[in-house]
């Protein structure tokens, strides 16, 4: 890989990642824009200007702290610049330049954006989804990672999948345990991976899910009625299986022939 873009690409992420620190504050708030105004502080309100913006280091050179109030800055800000940045790089690295780095550079922008807005919000926007769903879809005529069959197999299976799991859930415990965000989430990760990449997903992330579930049950000491977002645990998975997809087909192909887990 030439170094050049490769440090090109990290920068792209990080800049992206300053943006969607943007789409994460604004988005669930009814009537914000996230072109405008100009980057604020949340607190004072005072517009941040262009050297207090500069992804990562202007938070160092901060110190965490806003320029004219000297409120503390979330830590968040940094740590999904730096994400979107390392992501940005690992794709490159496996895609090069390519029609599949911009594609799945979009995807993964998308997915960390909805993993800190489920975090904070426990919605998953709409606006994020469904325009992912029919961008998905339309790059996959194109990508060579994943046919238009696949695709478009993966919004009707990922979108039916979870709305079968939550109607069943629902009949047995009579209380809501899935949103829809949830499920135009699956539709939107089926579209960009295919349906080939759903059963690995669905496992790897209601594996994780239960786990943290039980913990925060048994810190919470709320037992059955802990709720914690199910999107970040979808969206993570998606990427294992985006970067990972060959050693995961390989890896299930040896336990259906071995039986052996490694």
């Known amino acids: 890989m030439d170094p050049v873009f490769s440090v090109a690409s990290f920068l792209l992420g990080a800049v992206v990642g300053s943006f969607l620190n943007v789409v994460i504050l604004r988005l669930p708030t ?3 824009s996230i072109v405008f105004p100009s ?9 941040i200007r262009w050297y207090d913006n500069i992804p990562v280091l202007s938070y160092i050179m901060l110190r965490g702290k806003c320029r004219a109030c000297r409120t503390s800055i979330s830590l968040q800000y940094p740590l999904v610049e730096i994400c979107m940045a390392l992501l940005s790089l690992a794709l490159y ?3 090069g330049l390519s029609f ?3 594609f799945y550079f979009l995807f993964l922008g998308a997915l960390l954006a909805v993993i800190f807005i489920d975090i904070a919000h426990q919605i998953i926007p709409d606006k994020i989804t469904l325009p992912g769903i029919v961008i998905g879809f339309a790059g996959s005529f194109f990508s060579t990672e994943v046919t238009w ?3 478009g197999l993966g919004i009707l299976l990922g979108g039916g999948v979870l709305y079968a799991i939550a109607e069943v859930y629902y009949l047995l415990t009579k209380r809501e345990g899935m949103g829809g ?5 699956l539709a939107m990760i089926g579209a960009f991976l295919g349906c080939q990449s759903l059963l690995f997903i669905v496992f790897a992330s209601s594996l994780s899910g239960s786990v943290i579930g039980i913990i925060a049950m048994i810190r919470q000491g709320k037992g059955g009625r802990t709720r914690i977002p ?3 645990f979808l969206a993570m998975a998606a990427m294992v299986y985006l970067f990972f997809q060959k050693e995961i087909v390989i890896w299930w192909s040896n336990y259906l022939y071995t039986g052996a887990i490694f």
Do not use: H, N, V
């Open 30 to 32: 009814e009537g914000e």
């Open 39 to 47: 980057s604020r502080c949340p607190a004072c309100r005072t517009a």
């Open 93 to 95: 690295t496996k895609s």
């Open 100 to 102: 599949e780095f911009f």
């Open 149 to 151: 069959q696949q695709s």
């Open 181 to 185: 965000g949830d499920i135009k989430l």
């Open 230 to 232: 199910f999107g970040p």
